[in-house]
């Protein structure tokens, strides 16, 4: 009964410690020798403080919890929150939060951005992705969207995305807004591509939207241009009286005949692509991160 007891309590403990791929806060040494970085990305001088400022994370795990925000129970809906997600997108997702952000001391960017941006491109993460940050140490809270997320978010959905979270986390309920995060940007990937981004694209990973010119009503306004014209020309003509002798068309002393010669040499036309990386207009407002890739997004404070 003894042996029983003690072989019991051994396998109790051995399921206690089963690491859950779901969730964890497991980091892979980055070195100057091996920054363990996706093989698309160019490792330059200037970029290699951020890739090694940036943890190496399991990718299949979802949810980094580095400031033990979620409880066990929240970290499971989350993550399985976010498999859904995956599944009806085939796009990718992770959950970060950091009570430290050590991109604070890069100046000249927002250090927020920074950190999630480089998190998605330095892991093994899909091009596609949606990576939300919570950075207890700038009292921040910022979606980042990479790849075609670009294009599905633009800057509409984003805020109104934000404004869904901004209560809760406001409140310390972190794990809620969290899934609010997912769900809102789920629902909005049902609707498909916003029309603000319907005449946009990702050429080598660069988000660039083209202006489309509206052939249908220029042709109506033109043909209804030219019928005016036409009926104007026609009835002035009407007002006309016939002469029955050619001297009658001649004005004395003021007709001067010149020879004059009109050459027609060439025509040049000219198609102009506009391009664009901001919302003035709509759309999404992108910007490239250290790696050179481009990502759109946002953020608030709480």
Known sequence: MKNKLIIFSLLFLFTLNITNVSASTNTFPRTESDLQVPSNILITE??????????????REK?????????????????????????????????????????SYFNGSDSTTVYADDFHDYN????????????????????????????????????????IAEFDMKNNAYAKASKKIVKSL???????????NRNCELEDGKYKCYKKVPIVPIALVSLILVITIWLCIASSYKKIKAKTNAADYVIKKKTNINRRIDLFLTSNTSRIRIETTTSSSGGSSTHSSSSGSSHGGGGRSF
């Open 46 to 59: 200037e970029n290699k403080p951020f890739i090694l400022n940036t943890p190496k994370v399991d990718a």
């Open 124 to 163: 093994d993460f899909k091009p596609d992705a949606v990576v939300f940050l919570i950075d207890m140490e700038n009292r921040k809270f910022y979606i980042s969207t990479s790849g075609k997320a670009i294009i599905m978010y633009d800057d509409s959905r984003i805020d109104s995305t934000l404004d």
């Open 186 to 196: 789920k629902n909005y990937y049902k609707e498909g591509i916003p029309r603000s």
């Open 63 to 103: 949810v980094y919890d580095f400031a033990d925000l979620f409880t066990d129970v929240e970290e499971e809906e989350l993550y399985n929150e976010i498999l859904s997600y995956i599944k009806e997108t085939s796009m990718d997702f992770a959950v970060v939060t950091i009570s430290e952000n050590p991109k």
